[in-house]
Structure formats: structure tokens, C-alpha cells
């Protein structure tokens, strides 16, 4: 990356807000396929791992309101309701209730009212479900352990406790199904009436089972015609139901957006506590120790806990700050750009604009740039020429 060749033409405005993301590093069974820091639920480790995200939060010196607060994993539902209520009766006396949004990650057939009463009475207004499939042979082949039944009484009951902005994930080009399936789960997340849904195509994360199984030959990943065709059929059944993709993977109707996660396109500020979490603060990107016991050390010294550190150059930021931003249906603002990064986008990413709109996979005006809706099942391959100019 040259920094010689372009120059910022604005000085950046600083941002002071700031979302909190806490890592429960803690699942009941790991997934075939998960790559998330987690380790098996216990209860001795999820009070000292509570406590020493406590008291990580004491060694930044932060400035209540926070915008928005995401507890997620691992697995926050597999806390107990008295650990639940702990975490979050301390955790909201030290940063206030966020001013935006509260969203706590559950796992179907994990919780139950009393969990979910606690969730409301300290404030948590979005849940985010990880429903995954409505094919009892696709979670099985997941390694997730809920049932299809289990999604369907997970958000009834959290109705019924009140919630209304309720997201579910969705994986798709699982292998053993097709596109016939995978419309059918769409459909019944649909018919659930929820405002937010996420649909990811099944990844294979090295150091994963899954993984390991297709290195092996064991199992035969979905061809890449019916993986788009997948993602193609989810975007027309979700925006005739009145969900609209507001993000390539993500959808939600008017208002239902997730704020935190749109930070993060934003490239905004956000603090992760807790092992593994990652951070974009004061300047700083930092990543926990993924393990336990050397976290909870660290943080007993009063030490902070990352073992990565990286400080970006204001280029860097920019680019980063547009691949993030282009992975929204609006894509990058060009003064909202300016002001956050100093650099102007339409000069900085002349080259791969020029290219890409020429070849009909990305729309500009003076004012904006955005993927086009034929490049949005083939993002990655676009956003790598916004890293490095
Ligand atoms: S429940 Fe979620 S975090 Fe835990 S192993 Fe499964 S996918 Fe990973």
C-alpha cells in the first residue's frame, strides 16, 4: 500500500461514540462447523470469566452512554438466569443503558421465560436467534442440538416476555440440501413474522470438523451454481415478504435494521471484552488471547488481554472503512467518507470504480458508491480490489 500516491484532503472528524461487545466463551456442545472461540459450559468458569470481563471493562476508563451493547459467543444463553442477571446488573453500572440497542444472542430450546424476563427487565431489546435450519437432518449434519420445534417455541415464548425485534440466522448450502429446502426454512422463518433475518452460506473454517470431513472426502460441499442460486432465491422471497437486504447477508424491514452490526460496517468504534473478542478503539485494532485461563490471568494483573495489536495507517482505515462500507445496500456515503477517513472515495478507488461499473457490477453518483445487486453473491471478489489501492 502506497502512501505516497494519495493524500487525505480533510482532516478526520473524531468519533466518541462507542458499541460494547462482550464474548460468552462458552457452548454446550461445539458445532461441526464453528470456528468461534468456546469451550464447554460450566459454571465455575462462567462466574470467574463474568468477573474478569468486569473488571476488563474497569481498566478502560469509558464515558457512559455507549450507543449499543451486543453480548454474544459462544453461547449467552447457556448462562444460568442468576449468571445472566449478574453480568447484567453490573455490566449496565458501568456503562449506562446503551442509547441505541441491546442485543443478546440465544440458541433455540436454550432459554426459557425467566431467562428471558431477566434479558427485558435490564434493558436488552433485540434478540438475535440462532435458528440456522428448519431440517431436523440439516442441524443434525450442523451438529447444532435444537430442533426445527424448538425455533418456533424459542420465539413464542419470547414474545410472550415482550420482544419484538427479534433476528434469525439462517446457513445455507449445507450439504444433503437444496435449493427446495433451503426456500422452505426461509419461508417458515418468514412465516414466524420476525423483522431481521440473516442468511450466510455454510463456510469451511480450517481447525473445524466440517472442514477436516470435506480435506477427507467425507462429505461433498454444495456446487457453487445452486450456493448463488440459494442466496438469489433468499433475496426475492425475503424482499416480496417486505425484508429488505440492508447488508449482503442481511435483512430486515423498515426500522428492524441491527444497529450494532451496522457500526461495524460503518467502521465505527466498538470495545470487545472477554477472551478472543475483538476491538477497533482509540485508534487501536486488538484481539483478546483466545483461551480461558491465560484471559482471566491477564486481567487478574490488571493487564489488558489482547495478544494481537495493530495501528492503521489513515489509509488503511480508509480502505478498510470502504470494503466494510460497500458490503451495505448503501453503500459509501462520499462526505460521510470524508469526514470519517479525511480521504475523498470517488479519488482514492477511481480505478477499481471505473472497472467495475464498466462492467455493470457497481452503481455511482456523485454523492455514493454501492455493489451493484448482480456482484452482491460475488462481494468478496470486488471488495479485495478496496483493500489495497
Ligand atoms: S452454538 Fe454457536 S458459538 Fe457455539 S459452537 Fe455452535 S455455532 Fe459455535
Known sequence: MSEKRFQPIASPTPDNTLSVYIHVPFCARKCRYCSFYSIPYNPDAADAWSRAVLRELDLYTLQPPIQTLYIGGGSPSVLSVSQIEFLL??????????????????????????????????????????????????????????????????????????????????????????????????????????????????????????????????????????????????????????LEPYEISNFARAGFACRHNLRYWDNRPWLGLGPSAASWFRGQRTRNIADLERYIESIRKNQWAFDEVQVPSALEIACETAVLNLRKSAGVNRQQFISQTGFDPMELFAEPIRHYAALGLLEYTAECVRLARPAWAVADSILCDFADV
Open 89 to 242: 446488573s453490573r455490566l449496565l453500572e458501568k456503562t449506562g443503558r446503551p442509547t441505541e440497542e441491546f442485543t443478546v444472542e440465544i440458541n433455540p430450546a436454550q432459554t426459557d421465560a425467566a431467562f428471558f424476563t431477566v434479558l427485558k427487565t435490564y434493558g436488552v431489546n433485540r434478540l438475535s436467534i440462532g435458528a440456522q435450519s428448519f431440517h431436523p437432518e440439516e442441524l443434525s449434519f450442523l451438529g447444532r442440538l435444537h430442533q426445527p420445534e424448538d425455533i418456533f417455541h424459542t420465539v413464542k415464548t419470547a414474545r410472550q416476555c415482550g420482544f419484538e425485534n427479534i433476528g434469525l440466522d439462517l446457513i445455507f448450502a449445507v450439504p444433503g440440501s437444496s435449493l427446495k429446502t433451503w426456500k422452505q426454512s426461509v419461508r417458515k422463518a418468514i412465516a414466524l413474522d420476525i423483522p431481521h433475518l440473516s442468511a450466510y452460506s455454510l463456510t469451511y473454517e480450517s481447525d473445524t470438523p466440517l472442514f477436516r470431513d470435506l480435506k477427507d472426502e467425507k462429505i461433498a460441499p454444495v456446487d457453487e451454481d445452486t450456493d448463488r442460486q440459494m442466496y438469489e432465491a433468499a433475496i426475492d422471497i425475503l424482499e416480496s415478504a417486505g
